[in-house]
């Protein structure tokens, strides 16, 4: 690829040029930048852009923030080993029991990697390098933060200034993702670190560097120029899996967690022990991709039920707490369909005017939704809203004669 510029307002060539163009403006525009690292694909290309800007600009060694997630395969450990080695790269290799959620299970609806409490249960060995303490981070288990709430304790004002943490964040991979680098037409990349945070102190920017790239670009940029990537992938592309569905993260969150069998199948090496790590994993690696859990398809409703109630039978699975919380985000939608029309809400056809459906809702109180990920689809043209009002009418017709219109109504 042709030599890329910053600072020259024009429009680059490739999406390399542009993702460098992105992180040099980062240079000039923070006293302090550094990478969040996963070992994953998408932060390999975020980590060797940035070192490629950083060794144009003088600013190595680029500080590192590798979060161990505890349940991950061998090879990532390996390749994440083999960063750290590289005198450009400064390293730190954080072991701490953070909270992640678990979708396998509703009455243990979170886990804590590397958690003491959990040693005898711990996937892998504690690495050498681990960082076991940060200051600020909750000693209290039931107030740990996830990874996103505690990046603020990593960025001190005092000692580092305005601050960037780059992550490998790509719009391909979800809406929700997508969503997050469109909220402004310009530097639409970088979004503050906002004061809901348990560890905002106002310094902290992230920063999407490869937002654009696609899955093709992830995999040409290694083999176009020779940087080295975690192994794992080979692993799983061996074994038939395409290469938009690899995942090296753990799969116990609502969208992962259809890809538990792929390590079962590609790491049998940790798979006994990632099956017991959390509750409800085994059985989740064998019915994620079924009506269990909400996925693709949905539980049927019995006959003269309300849908309301039939909800309701789902949210009481859920651990009173996280009940509560599904509760009240359920309710959101519902309000929020309600204040924009008085349309009832149908089983399977969405409104066009709020994209909810119970279909909709129903995934929510199954499966969970507690990182807010999921949200009504809205038509995109004219063409597909009309599609959508035939669709919503013909199905408000069918129940009216049908004589069970009255299980939709509020």
Request: hydrophobic residues 35%.
């Amino acid at each position: 690829m042709a030599a890329y510029l910053w600072g020259t307002n024009r429009l680059a060539s490739n999406v390399y040029e542009a993702a460098c163009d992105r992180v040099a403006k980062c240079y000039e525009k923070y006293d302090h930048v550094a990478v969040s690292f996963s070992g994953g694909k998408d932060s390999t290309a975020t980590l060797n852009v940035t070192l490629d800007v950083a060794e144009k600009l003088g600013k190595l060694p680029v500080r590192t923030i590798f979060w161990d997630e505890e349940a991950i395969p061998f090879e990532t450990e390996h390749y994440v080993r083999r960063v750290a080695e590289d005198p450009r790269v400064e390293m730190e290799w954080l072991c701490l029991p953070v909270k992640h959620r678990n979708a396998c299970s509703n009455r243990e609806p979170w886990w804590y990697t590397w958690a003491p409490e959990a040693e005898d249960k711990w996937v892998r060995p504690l690495p050498p390098e681990a960082i076991t303490h940060v200051d600020g981070f909750p000693t209290d288990p039931a107030k740990r933060y996830s990874i996103p709430e505690m990046s603020g304790l990593m960025f001190d004002p005092k000692i580092h200034g305005t601050s960037a943490i780059l992550l490998g964040i790509r719009g391909q991979e979800s809406l929700t993702r997508m969503r997050a680098v469109r909220r402004k037409a310009t530097e639409n990349y970088i979004v503050h670190y906002g004061p809901d945070s348990p560890t905002y102190r106002g310094n902290l920017w992230k920063v999407y560097p490869v937002f654009d790239w696609t899955t093709e670009d992830v995999w040409t940029a290694p083999k176009l120029f020779g940087w080295d990537y975690n192994t794992s992938y080979d692993n799983m592309e061996m074994a038939g899996i395409k290469a938009h569905a690899q995942r090296c993260a753990p799969p116990y969150g609502e969208e992962p967690m259809g890809g538990l069998w792929m390590f079962s199948q590609c790491f049998p090496d940790i798979w006994d022990r990632m099956s017991e790590r959390v509750a409800g994993a085994a059985t989740a690696a064998r019915y994620a991709r079924t009506e269990l859990y909400s996925y693709r398809s949905r539980p049927e409703k019995p006959d003269g039920i309300k849908w309301r109630d039939f909800l309701k039978y789902f949210l009481r699975k859920h651990d009173p707490a996280e009940a509560a919380e599904v509760a009240k985000r359920v309710g959101m939608f519902i309000d929020r369909h309600y204040a924009k029309t008085s349309d009832p809400i149908l089983p399977t056809a969405t409104h066009p005017n709020t994209g909810i459906s119970w279909d909709f809702l129903l995934m929510l109180a199954v499966r969970g939704d507690f990182k807010h990920r999921k949200n009504p689809m809205f038509a995109d043209s004219d063409e597909d809203r009309v599609k959508g009002w035939a669709r919503y009418n013909a199905e408000r017709r069918e129940l009216i004669d049908s004589g069970r219109i009255h299980e939709v109504m509020p």
